[in-house]
């Protein structure tokens, strides 16, 4: 055979993540450490109140249910994030097999698509509280929202899964750096050896429809909540309504809002972002919500934060302050 007609094909086999291709090399212990603090944070910040919803039955209610499944998917999110990333800069160890980085990105997807479902029944929940105060309790018990838990956890995978086949059956044959700080569906495409465009579409389909979807329900609800809020003639009752969803309507408005600028930035005239920048606002806005969602169960709900109290001793503490200041 003549060397004009040999075909040489090097399959890869292996993917290196690059993390930030603008950081500098002495920078790295640092990203290392800041990424290692927000896993720490995020580790505790949401185990804790894990443990409070295992060991408290008082929160054992449809509304703290939600609350533990989003924990726990933060939780999953920045497990199969973060440490592959800690490693890169801390050891210089970005190198992944392909089986998983595959595997990281569908489970990147699996817990994105997770958490909109989750801010989805968080809306329900609260539609139903405000719009049928009478019939919630009948229609929103323990066992329907672990039903509707249930069918998240498991419904999540679809979309991945249908994503990620498309992108195992690529050829890949060179360059293999992962110019992200994960394994994720544009990274992965971005090094195939074949056109991606039809493959793309599809899977860009797929997920704007898990992130529209739950959004577009999320406002309707939301509105219709607004709606009846307004209908009530009562102050001190409107107020009251609106306290019982502000919880969940910060939880929904940091996860929502700063996605909904990632995907307008293309459309802003003159706004332009080098891969760095989008990188870090893209991690920004997907560790910010873990981080800050324990501290808002804590500090927005009451029934929390007199567990904290009675854990800690505050109670008997200022019962015996009250005591000697106020004797009998």
Known sequence: MSENNQTITTVVTEFFIVGFPGLQPEYNNLVAALFFCVYVAVLVGNSTFTMLFAIETSLHKPMYIIMLNLAMSDVGFCTVALPK??????????????????????????FGTLNSL????????????????????????????????????????????????????MPFCGPN??????????????????????????????AMFVLIVPFSFIIISYVSIGVSVSKITNNQGRMKAFSTCTTQLVIITLYYTPRVFVYATPYIPNLKMTVDQKMVFSMFYLLLPPIVNPLIYCFRTNQIQQLFRKILGLNRMSQKVSVGFFPK
């Open 118 to 169: 989750i801010m989805m029944i968080m809306a329900l929940d609260r539609y139903l509280a405000i719009c049928f105060p009478f019939r919630y309790p009948v229609l929103m018990t323990n066992q329907a929202m672990g039903l509707l838990s249930g069918f998240s956890w498991v419904s999540a995978f679809i979309s991945p899964s249908i994503s990620a086949s498309m992108t195992a059956k």
């Open 85 to 110: 990333l800690i490693s890169r800069y801390w050891f210089n160890n970005g190198s992944i097999s392909f089986q998983l980085c595959l595997m990281q990105r569908i489970f990147i997807h699996y």
């Open 177 to 206: 750096l992962i110019i992200n700080c994960f394994c994720d569906t544009m990274s992965m495409n971005n090094l195939a050896c074949t056109d991606t465009k039809a493959a793309y579409q599809i899977q860009f389909s797929l």
